[in-house]
């Protein structure tokens, strides 16, 4: 496990903000001990100072993973968060999205959420804002991009694409086949 590098930190905290705005520093200093980030073979993992420091006695060929993987770099550079990130993130989202029950499946399946299943949105959500995707039941189920503001969701057709799928608690299933 290393250390990010200036860069590379800049994009994951570009990234998380998108979604949590300012309570990132929340996600470094919490309640039970300070928490960092570290990389290893382009994923990013998020652990507690505590662990770190077990983790640090054992060889890099042995370190398989460590902590909760919070996404990872593309090819071209770009930081992508996991879907592993969620429950850290969902308690401090900004922007959230709520889906009938009838559009639920759909989103664990990977589709875009459509205005006919979009349940609730954020009072003043902006175009391409990071959202965190909720049940009407208040489970979060994933990682989207507002397509429409929360004042164009109110005029627009029911066909009408409203948030972009990102990532969601399914992808565990769908991946199952790819892993046997």
Request: charged fraction near 25%.
């Amino acid at each position: 496990m290393k250390k990010l590098s200036d860069d590379r930190i800049k994009l994951v905290f570009e990234k998380v903000t998108k979604y949590i705005g300012a309570n990132v520093k929340l996600l470094i200093d919490r309640p039970d001990g300070t928490y960092c980030f570290r990389e290893q073979k382009d994923r990013v993992y998020y652990m507690s100072e505590k662990v770190l420091k077990i983790a640090e006695n054992v060889g890099k060929d042995r370190l398989v993973s460590m902590g909760t993987c919070f996404g990872k770099f593309t090819k071209t550079g770009k930081f992508r968060l996991h879907v592993t990130a969620l429950n850290y993130i969902a308690p401090y989202a900004q922007y959230k999205v709520w889906l009938k029950s009838s559009a639920e499946q759909q989103f664990l399946y990977g589709h875009n959420v459509l205005k006919s299943g979009l349940g609730r949105i954020t009072e003043g959500t902006e175009r391409y804002q990071g959202v965190v995707v909720y049940s009407m039941s208040d489970i979060p189920l994933g990682f989207g991009v507002a397509a429409k503001s929360t004042a164009e969701c109110k005029h627009t057709d029911p066909l009408t694409v409203v948030c972009f799928h990102q990532a969601d608690i399914g992808e565990f299933i769908r991946s199952e086949h790819e892993l046997t």
